[in-house]
């Protein structure tokens, strides 16, 4: 009787098997038209001769959005690709394929560094569309845009639905939900198949991998920099990045002494400021504090006077070029991690200006 | 003259008053000793975590929270009794996001001067004496209470929204300036502030007791006031100033705190049960820096868990004693 039960049982396993199989089979009948290193949040990929766009879902890892580009990718007459971007780093990754030219809306000139983009909104060949959230739906149609590529706090695009009636693709961008720099960095590739420059996209990225990687055995073999802490207080707490975060990654890579490093959480972490005196008065750096001048540092956070780091003036942000860091700091991940090692590493005489860092004064 | 169950209160208070204060300066998250105190009073040492941490951090804030309760609370006594309402209160009246609006005006303009000390405390005193004049303008038109509350709604919502267009158009850096300050802190203050808030406060409690006359006149309405000899409108506009005074510092100095004003003179009258205005001026005083003590003590104790900016706490605290107020005037 137990055998007769037992039947069945196989039977099933090896249904169960077979269609795993199937699956398998199916899954590999598309094929990944990009290889895609470090970024988790998205796929490039072949089926049936469609080149398939996929947008995995930051917290679950599921695919979120499926979208066809074939349309930019055809060999003759490929669409021209026209785009709305909503982000500062979304400009810095068009432009840095040289097609800044094809961004014809963005949310906030104020926010907007690139001299292309500057120079277009002044011919009126680029339209300010303002929140994301608020964003007017006539104003994006007049802008002739095919593509709006946005930052997905919200999940779905407004108007979304009428948008894509019109032929307007909207793509959430999350390379701000990547982990690794060279994530971040690797939605070039995204850009790259939509501006039909796949391999000048895949050139350049394998030069900053190549880049970024060499800065990081360097530092790995020096000594371990002197303590650094991070962030600022805004309101009653102060923000840091934690330690398995995006500005953490970066300063391990540097072999920063970071000393939040082995804090859990990929956000940031909220401190009172006693806490963040006390764990860092003695430390030697500070980094990434939102100011450009010591001044405008003390009148953001009074308190900042009783820092050993802004007593001995080694307070360093990204202010240099202004908006420039936003816009293109997630595409140079190397030129970031190179400033972070001089500042940190000064026995390696890296002997480099800083690029996006300055000391503040 | 000050009754006898007055000074029962009153002594109540003043004990109770210093004990909250070193409970406060013992609260936060970071363990400190009495010798982290006295070192920091009698033996300075600036490479001392334990004293910059008691000088610097938590003296500061027990000071501020006892001074902006203090004054928020006088501040909407006056309101209170200049309007003859109850609701009223620099928060609820518009004054506080006049206040506002001149410091986001001020902030966002780019100008340097105006991001100094002194460029947002003048902002914010300015701002709240055009809008306080705004709205006493306001009260000779309207005809009852509940108008004159509207009124003041309507202001404080259209300042909100030049608010609003001043950060869509203004510079990043500039704008988290103004947020930051938006926000409410009592910790943004530091040990050389003090002396500032404490001179222009103790100007504006003292112009305040002046008028305790004045103002015992006007609680039995202006009319009354007039036959008693005195001057109201110059009062009203005295009224207007100190109050200005007294709400512009504090906003300056620690964003706009919300319900304080409104909240704790109704309790001062609940617990002191007179019409008498020196005694509800010392009862404010008292009730509202025991008030913001222990709203901080509060946030200090729930760090770990939870993080409340202290005027998200003052709104959790005040909106339902408003509720209160408002139902048992109706019943």
Known sequence: MKKLLIIPFLLFISLSCGNSTTSVQQDSESSEASSILYAKHFKISVKEKRTILQIMDPETGSVQHEIDISSFKEVNNPKQASFVALSSTHIGMISKLDEANKIVGVSGMQYVSNAVVKANFKQKKVIELGEESTIPLEQIINSKANIIIYSGFGKEFPHQKQLEKLGIICIPNYDWKELHPLGKAEWIKLFGVLLNKEQAANDYFNHIEKEYKALKELAKNSKKSDCLFSGNVFGDFWYTPAGESFNAQIFKDANCAYAYENTKGIGSLSLTLEEVLQQNATCKYWMNPGASTLDELKQQNPKAVFFEAFKKNNVYCYSRKGNNFWEMSAIEPHKVLSDIIQVTHPEMHLEKPLYFYSQLK | ?331
């Open chain 2, 1 to 331: 003259m000050i009754q006898q169950k007055h000074r029962i209160l009153f002594i109540v208070c003043a004990v109770l008053l210093p004990l909250i204060a070193f409970w406060h300066l013992f609260a936060g998250e970071i363990v400190l000793t009495i010798n982290d105190l006295a070192g920091s009073l009698t033996n300075y040492d600036a490479t001392n975590t334990g004293h910059i941490i008691m000088r610097d951090f938590r003296f500061p804030r027990m000071s501020m929270a006892m001074l902006s309760g203090a004054g928020l609370s006088v501040a909407g006594l006056l309101m209170q009794n200049l309007f003859n309402n109850p609701l009223a209160g620099p928060n609820i009246l518009g004054i506080s996001t006049g206040s506002s609006l001149f410091v986001a005006l001020s902030i966002m303009t780019g100008i340097s001067i105006f991001t100094t000390n002194f460029g947002i405390l003048s902002s914010a005193l300015i701002g709240a004496i055009v809008f306080g004049a705004i709205i006493l303008f306001f009260s000779i038109f309207a005809k009852s209470h509940t108008s004159l509350l509207l009124i003041g709604i309507m202001i404080g919502s259209f300042s909100s929204a030049f608010v609003s267009i001043i950060q869509t158009y203004s510079d990043a850096q500039e704008l988290k300036v103004f947020v930051m300050w938006a926000m409410g802190s009592l910790q943004q203050v530091t040990f050389e502030q003090l002396p500032i808030i404490v001179a222009f406060l103790m100007g504006g409690f003292l112009l305040c007791f002046t008028l305790v006359r004045s103002l015992n006149a006007l609680a039995i309405g202006s009319d009354n006031a007039s036959v008693l000899g005195i001057n109201v409108k110059q009062v009203r506009l005295l009224i207007i100033l100190v109050t200005a005074i007294l709400t512009g510092v504090i906003t300056a100095f620690c964003g706009p705190i919300a319900f304080v004003g409104l909240a704790v003179p109704n309790l001062a009258k609940i617990l002191f049960k007179t019409q008498n205005h020196l005694t509800l001026i010392i009862a404010c005083i008292f009730i509202g820096s025991i008030f913001m003590l222990l709203c901080d003590i509060c946030i200090q104790l729930l760090d770990s868990h939870i993080h409340l900016p202290i005027n998200a706490l003052t709104s959790l605290i005040g909106a339902p004693f408003v509720i209160f107020i408002i139902l048992k005037k109706l019943t």
